[in-house]
DNA sequence: GAAGCATAAAATTTATAAATCATTTGCAGG
DNA sequence: CCTGCAAATGATTTATAAATTTTATGCTTC
């Protein structure tokens, strides 16, 4: 057995997708698990993703296998080492200084220029946005942090809502990747990061600002959103 | 045989790449060649890419093609179509324009802020560069255009070099990944934009505002130089 | 007789399994 | 500490099966 992790046992994996996943291939379908079990952090940072471990947890062939490993490769968020396969793509301090520096740059970039090209139905649709994530709990249990996927789900709409306006669906796609890759290091420290801050009046304060046409507050309300995101994580001792 | 495109012999396609593959894994031998194919347009723009016909062509089996076509839809050079396969990414005007606007923003970003890190180190390796680029014809023949694999290479360096000291792998990494894509463009009608300008002075003027520390007149150079690119290609009537 | 639709047949993609080849890795012996 | 062997692992091929899309066919209806 795979040591520093116990064996995940085909249901209960089963059991971390909220809905069915209902996908016509099994490629797909190995790439949701696989990436939700990557974000989570159930596979660690640094594990090595052997084969025939996949094939017995997840019940696929190596096929699917392979190409969802390569997709997930392409995101940064596993790693392909030149015939000594695949590992969880390991985190680091400098990584998330790093990634969190360039989502700074890209979304401040995007958001000047979704703000530029600003139109009535995208401020609706911001405002739309916002309203369904400041509806949602952001734990399931107000003692305790238990991750609320809705939530998550929301807030991710939310951030791309923000800059869906820019006018480019590359610089769109390169958001979402770092997104991705920095959703993994908060969800890695979350239970230090929760509840630090009210990250609901940083979201009202960014919705305010672009409805006001103020640029510059809004881009410096976003980085100091995404920056405090960081430093809290940074904190961690754990990482 | 497959209409539209010849049946590449093996040695032929052996012969695109300037130095032997050496590669350890037939994966990443695959993924260049196709790569180079893709690029040179010798894969047409939204060709099918059948299993069949790139097992024969390719002289490969199954797993390690659908690997390499893994990799190459996560660049935006192959697409793959749920239960029908891969085909080769289709080229458009608008797409042309959208990689170039988001090429031009990321770009200038990148070069404004290596300049902020500017260091003598980043400076004499631009300069080495673009000496080299200097001295390579970009025709080898002078008549009438022949692509120089040297001069693409060392154009590729140079630009990139341009960006290297920004202080961001993921940027770097997002506009290599444009100008992967931009190039092909410019592989497709390289007959009609050959020999339309002087990119050797470009290139100069680009180096010595950079030198001079004029931040300002560098990005305007450089965004002038990829809208210029852009817009020759634009004219082309065979797009 | 032509258009539309359902069904059947063919082609193609996707997936599995088994076997082979190549490389890396751990370990023992020098 | 280095060398070389052996086992483990990854990479690749081949063959085959399952699932899905595409194409062809024939029937009904207007």
Redesign the pocket.
């Known amino acids: 057995m795979a040591p520093g992790l116990s064996q995940p046992d085909p249901a209960e994996v089963q059991s971390l997708r909220m809905n069915a996943p209902a996908s ?4 797909l379908d190995l790439y949701d698990k696989l990436r939700e079990d990557l974000l989570s952090g159930r596979l660690k940072p640094g594990q ?1 993703l ?3 471990f996949l094939m017995e947890a997840y019940q ?5 296998l392979r ?1 969802a490993l390569n997709r997930l490769t392409a995101e940064g968020l596993v790693e ?1 080492r ?4 695949f590992l969880v793509a390991p985190v680091s301090r400098s990584e998330l200084r790093e990634l969190t520096m360039t989502r700074c740059w890209l979304e401040a970039l995007a958001l000047r220029k979704a703000m530029e090209a600003a139109t009535p139905a995208w401020e609706e649709e911001l405002v739309v946005a916002h309203h369904r994530l400041s509806r949602t709990p952001r734990s399931l249990n107000p003692e305790q942090f238990e991750d609320n996927p809705d939530w998550e789900r929301l807030h991710r709409i939310f951030h791309r809502t923000l800059i869906s306006q820019c006018g480019s669906a590359p610089l769109i796609g390169f958001c979402d990747q770092l997104a991705d890759r920095l959703y993994r290091y908060r969800r890695l420290s979350i239970r230090h990061a929760f509840p630090s801050r009210k990250v609901a009046d940083e979201h009202q304060a960014i919705v305010t600002a672009v409805l006001d046409r103020d640029v510059e507050r809004a881009v410096e309300l976003l980085m100091r959103h995404y920056q405090q995101t960081a430093d809290v994580i940074l904190e961690d001792p754990s990482l």
Chains 1, 2 share one sequence.
């Open positions: 016509s291939t099994r490629t090595k052997q084969m025939r696929a062939g190596q096929t699917p190409e392909a030149e015939q000594r396969g």
